[in-house]
C-alpha cells in the first residue's frame, strides 16, 4: 500500500482454516511482538471476532507509507509470516485507511 506522505492505517481480515481461529491470533501476537520496535509502527492490535471463531482482524496504523512498505520487506520469515500463511484458508483482506486521530493516537 503506497499512498501520499502522513499517517497510514489498514483492516486486514484473515479466516483461518477450520478450527484454526486461535492458533492464528497466537501466531499473529508474535508477529505483533516482532513489530514492537519497528520503526514508524504505531498500532498493530490483533483483534478476535467473537460470532467468527476462524476471523482474526489485524488494525494497523504507521507513521507514513515508508514505515509500512519498510517493515512489509524486512525478513518476514523471522517474523513469522509464513507460518500465519499456513493457517489461511484463503488470501487476507485488506481495507487502507487515511487515519484522522482519536484516543490511542498521538
Known sequence: MTQGVGRIGRYVRMVAQPGQ???????LMRVADGLR???????????RTPDEPDTVWVTE?????AASDAALSRDMGEAGIGEVLALLAGPPEFVDLAPVGGPGLR
Open 21 to 27: 481461529g486461535s492458533a492464528l491470533a497466537e501466531q
Open 37 to 47: 520496535d519497528a520503526p514508524g509502527c504505531e498500532l498493530y492490535i490483533i483483534n
Open 61 to 65: 496504523v504507521w507513521a507514513d507509507a
